[in-house]
């Protein structure tokens, strides 16, 4: 005969074994917990998508400036470039030796790249004059795309970005010691300038946002074109930010590559060189090469960077391959040694805890 009640021993092995299935989604709902959430974050140097970058693009499609990089940068969480084009119809250039600026439209080669956050503190943003700058603007406003460093008035030049990412808080701010005259003004549309030394403002820039992020990055176009290595000035100030709360410095302006420094466990990039432009190539210092630069973080820490090696030609950014990356590889080492920064043949620098 089949019992259809259960009998008291059958409803013992049932509790305890609810009982113990409970215990053990209990505990990995734990492990969950403690193996906190990790994001990568692409940063990328000078992006200038103007001139014959711009005439590519018309010709050859909007994703072609990106290369066999394109799925690097939609992989990543969180991207952030240093745009070095206006994005204009203006004709209104003004007085300096070159001026940047793409259509309005290869705004769109931004997006299929995924890219967050462009920085517009640097010494192209006002190329097309105001207008050039309220264009740009607008036009990165009808994207799902951030920019910092520059705005209608210095409130908004200032203003830091800040943005989650599996429940990673992180804030972005852009500054530029370049073009004084274009720092914008209470009432003055233009640039978040800075002084190469002047702390007292970022720690006043930054105390509204530290204890609200879990991660601060400064972006920055600093300095001189060309330079192989920051002066004792950069360095010093770059320590200084960095003792002041910021978490990773992402710099460029030189055109070439420097050296990585990781200071207290934050990450100094004191030039990240070009990404994608159309500019003559110095033979000597190679700014055709550089870098895509991925960082690993969770909540609390950076735990590592990989350094993708890249090669800009015929409007183009690719992974560089061969002799290239050879090279470049062997050169961020030696510029990073001085540092005491270990960078392995594969581009990785792990972070020590
Ligand atoms: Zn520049």
Request: zero cysteines.
């Amino acid at each position: 005969m089949i019992r259809l009640l259960p009998t008291h021993s059958t409803i013992k092995i049932v509790i305890f074994m609810t009982i113990l299935s409970l215990v053990i989604i209990g505990k990995s709902m734990q492990n969950q917990k403690q193996s906190s959430p990790t994001i990568v974050i692409g940063l990328g140097g000078d992006t200038m998508l103007g001139r014959l970058v711009n005439d590519t693009i018309n010709t050859k499609g909007y994703k072609y400036p990106w290369g066999n990089l394109l799925p690097y940068l939609q992989k990543t969480d969180l991207t952030i470039l240093n745009l070095e084009n206006t994005f204009t119809k203006s004709t209104k250039k003004v007085s300096k030796t070159f001026n940047f600026k793409a259509d309005p439209d290869k705004v769109k080669t931004l997006q299929i790249a995924g890219i967050d956050v462009v920085n517009l503190a640097n010494n192209h943003i006002l190329d097309f004059d105001i207008e050039g700058l309220e264009e740009t603007i607008k036009t990165l406003d009808n994207t799902d795309i951030y920019h910092v460093g520059a705005g209608s008035n210095l409130e908004k030049a200032h203003k830091a970005v800040v943005l989650t990412k599996n429940d990673i808080i992180i804030g972005i701010i852009g500054y530029t010691d370049n073009e004084p005259g274009w720092a914008a003004g209470p009432n003055k549309p233009g640039i978040n300038y800075i002084h190469v030394g002047d702390i007292a403002t970022v720690k006043n820039d930054i105390a509204n946002i530290r204890n609200n992020v879990d991660l601060l990055i400064i972006s920055i176009h600093w300095g001189p074109n060309m330079r192989e290595k920051p002066s004792q000035q950069f360095i010093s100030f770059a320590h200084q930010m960095i003792d002041a709360g910021v978490d990773i410095i992402h710099g460029h302006s030189a055109h070439i590559f420097q050296g990585i420094e990781i200071y207290k466990n934050k990450l100094i990039l004191y030039d990240t060189g070009d990404f994608v432009d159309d500019y003559r190539v110095d033979p000597i210092l190679r700014n055709d090469r550089s870098f895509f630069y991925k960082v690993i973080i969770d909540k609390k820490s950076i735990r590592q960077i990989q350094l993708i090696p890249t090669l800009i030609s015929n409007m183009q950014v690719n992974l560089a391959s061969g002799k290239d990356y050879q090279e470049i590889i062997s050169r961020i080492q030696k510029l990073s040694a001085p540092f005491g920064t270990v960078i392995n043949n594969k581009g990785t620098i792990e972070l020590v805890k």
